[in-house]
């Protein structure tokens, strides 16, 4: 599951600067690039901005065990910050940078803050 939410990211990613790309050139073969980026970031900081982020940060938490040893919250058998897990926890951390970035700038482009606004595309 770890990995379809950073693929979903990317691909979010990868749909934006494509799309930057597009605007600079002033030139756009495709259209749906536009809309599924507008639909995907509208998603991203409503519905799934707290599932996301939670999970993301769930892969770094870790405790201490009754033995004393630095193990994940979850899978008790798994050390934290040794072997594998470092790449872990370091996209993980990367990914939630990423994408609480991602999620301000879209609430920040389509939000209206006011609760009273003459817009009525205004969210």
Partial sequence: M???GMALVVLVIVDFFYV???FRKKKFTFVWPIHALRSLCSLFVTILFLPLLDYFLSI????YDNDGNYVHHVFTEVECWQGTYVVHGALAI???VVFVCISLTVSITYFECRGTSSDPTAR
């Fill in 20 to 22: 930057s790309y597009s």
């Fill in 60 to 63: 770094i938490g870790c405790i």
């Fill in 2 to 4: 770890f990995y379809v």
């Fill in 94 to 96: 990367i990914i939630s």
